[in-house]
C-alpha cells in the first residue's frame, strides 16, 4: 500500500509539500498540486483515516443510524440508505451503517468515541430516545423523518399530510365517492411512526371534508398476509371505485390480487401508491404514485450535515425543519370510476 513518502519521491517534492497539496492546508502551486494528484492516483494512494483524523480533528465517515424492523418493507428502507451513501461518497465521506436495536447505545458509542463526523439517524418516531444523545454530541446531527420536537437538530421528510390530501383530492375530482386506504402495519404506528398517522389523518379529514367515504385500515409487511389482506379489503366494500396505499408491501403483491380477481386497472379499480420511482421499477408496478423521494431526502439531510462539519459559520446557523412537497406521478391507473 502506497504512503505519503511513496507519494512525494513519485512526484519529486517533501512528504510535507505532497501532505499540503493533498490536504489543501497551505497554498501550493497548481503545477506542484498537478504533480502531487497524478502521484497519488498513479500509486493508488488512500490518505491513512487514523492519521488524518489525528491530524484534522476529522474522520471524513459520516454515521448512519438505521433499522431493519420486521414489520417494514426493506426494500424500501434501502431506497433512504443509498440517498445518504450516495450523496456522502460523492462529498468525500465514507458512511458508517449502525443497524443496532438498541439505538441510543449505538448512538452514544459512536459519537463518544468520535469515529464519525456527524449523524444521519433514520426511523425516527415520534418520541424518539436517540435524540437527546444526538443534541448533547459534539458532532451535528440530521434527521429524515419528523419526530414530535424537532428543536437542536436538522430535520428533513415528505411533507405527508399534503400526500394524502392530494391522493384523495386527485380521486375525487375524477369522481370516485368510495375509497380503501391501505397504511402501514399498525406496530409501526405503536412504535412512533408519525408518517402513518400524518397521511393517514390528513386523507380522513380531506375525505369527510369533500364528501368521500374513505375506509382506512392498517396493512401487513409480507406475503402471504399482505394478500390475503387485499383481498378481504375488495369483498368486504364491493362498491369502492378507488385504493390509495401507503403500504409498500401492499403496492408490490397488488398486481397478483387484482389479477386473481379479474379487475382491471384503472377501469374497475384506480390506484395511487406513495413510494419511489425507484421502487415502482424494481417491482414493475404499473401504477400512479406520490413520490416519497428518498434520494433526495438523503441528499438533503448530507450535504446539511457535510455544511455543519465542514464550517463553523454553518454550525451556528438556525437548523431547519425541510418538506419536500408531494408530486403525484402519473403512470395512468386512475380514471373516473364506470357505472356500477
Not at 379489503?233 to 408491501?249: K, V, Y
Request: net charge negative; charged share 25%; aromatic share 6%.
Amino acid at each position: 500500500m502506497a504512503t505519503i513518502g511513496d507519494v512525494a519521491r513519485e512526484a519529486g517534492v517533501s512528504r510535507s509539500t505532497a501532505s499540503y497539496a493533498l490536504s489543501g492546508k497551505r497554498p501550493i502551486s497548481d503545477e506542484v498540486r498537478r504533480r502531487v494528484l497524478a502521484a497519488a492516483e498513479a500509486l493508488a494512494y488512500t490518505p491513512n483515516a487514523g492519521a488524518r483524523a489525528l491530524a484534522t480533528a476529522q474522520t471524513k465517515v459520516l454515521g448512519l443510524l438505521a433499522q431493519f424492523h420486521e414489520d417494514e418493507f426493506a426494500p424500501a428502507m434501502m431506497q433512504y440508505i443509498l440517498g445518504v451513501t450516495n450523496t456522502a461518497r460523492d462529498l468525500g465521506y465514507d458512511t458508517l451503517l449502525v443497524t443496532e436495536a438498541d439505538g441510543v447505545r449505538a448512538l452514544r458509542r459512536v459519537t463518544d468515541s468520535r469515529m464519525v463526523d456527524g449523524v444521519v439517524l433514520m426511523n425516527i418516531a415520534e418520541q424518539d430516545a436517540r435524540l437527546p444523545i444526538l443534541r448533547a454530541a459534539p458532532q451535528p446531527g440530521a434527521l429524515v423523518g419528523l419526530p414530535g420536537d424537532c428543536s437542536g437538530l436538522d430535520v428533513f421528510d415528505l411533507d405527508f399530510e399534503e400526500a394524502g390530501r392530494v391522493m384523495v383530492d386527485h380521486l375525487h375530482r375524477l369522481g370516485h365517492r368510495e375509497l380503501i386506504l391501505v397504511s402501514q402495519p399498525e406496530h409501526v404506528v405503536e412504535r412512533g411512526g408519525a408518517y402513518v398517522w400524518r397521511l393517514r389523518d390528513a386523507a380522513l379529514e380531506r375525505a369527510r371534508q369533500r364528501g368521500v367515504t374513505l375506509h382506512a385500515v392498517y396493512g401487513e409487511s409480507r406475503q402471504p398476509a399482505v394478500g390475503r389482506l387485499l383481498n378481504q379489503l375488495l369483498e368486504a366494500h364491493p362498491e369502492a371505485t378507488g385504493l390509495l396505499i401507503n403500504n409498500e408491501a401492499a403496492a408490490a403483491a397488488l398486481p397478483s390480487v387484482t389479477y386473481a380477481r379479474g379487475l382491471r386497472v384503472p377501469e374497475d379499480l384506480s390506484v395511487i401508491g406513495r413510494y419511489s420511482a425507484e421502487f415502482a421499477a424494481t417491482f414493475s408496478l404499473p401504477y400512479s404514485h406520490i413520490e416519497s423521494a428518498p434520494d433526495r431526502l438523503g441528499a438533503m439531510a448530507v450535504r446539511q450535515l457535510v455544511r455543519r462539519v465542514e464550517s463553523q459559520a454553518a454550525r451556528e446557523e438556525p437548523f431547519v425543519v425541510r418538506f419536500i412537497s408531494p408530486e403525484l406521478v402519473s403512470l395512468g391507473s386512475t380514471a373516473p370510476p364506470l357505472p356500477r
